[in-house]
Nanobody, 123 residues
């Protein structure tokens, strides 16, 4: 059974940091690109960042570029999203997802989703 487990969310003040983790089991982890997406109340799920399966290349939405860093540890089947200098607009449920395309930037490319972890940034 394929499972993705997202964790690390919480409540933080603006300017603070959080590190999200996405642990995978049941898949050949290094065959999959891993993306982080987020969904705020009343809004569509939006892409945040991706790390490629092929060369470990990293990609970021403009809204988080320079503040967020994605990384992966294939030995631990885990992808991390380090989020610094958080702002209230980052408040959302964050989801990790795995897809077989080399780069995943849209929910339609995701084959497996984690359960989501809440990030709340207070002003």
């Amino acid at each position: 059974e394929v499972q993705l487990q997202a964790s690390g969310g919480g409540l933080v003040q603006a300017g603070g940091s959080l590190r999200l983790s996405c642990a995978a089991s049941g898949v050949p982890f290094d065959d999959y690109a891993i993306g982080w997406f987020r969904q705020a109340p009343g809004k569509e799920r939006e892409w945040v960042s991706c790390i490629s399966s092929s060369d470990g290349g990293t990609y970021y939405a403009d809204s988080v570029k320079g503040r967020f860093t994605i990384s992966r540890d294939n030995a631990k089947n885990t992808v991390y999203l380090q989020m610094n200098n958080l702002v209230p607009e980052d408040t959302a449920v964050y989801y990790c997802g795995a897809g077989l395309d080399p780069v995943v930037v849209h929910p339609s490319q995701i084959g497996y989703w984690g359960q989501g972890t809440q990030v709340t940034v207070s002003s």
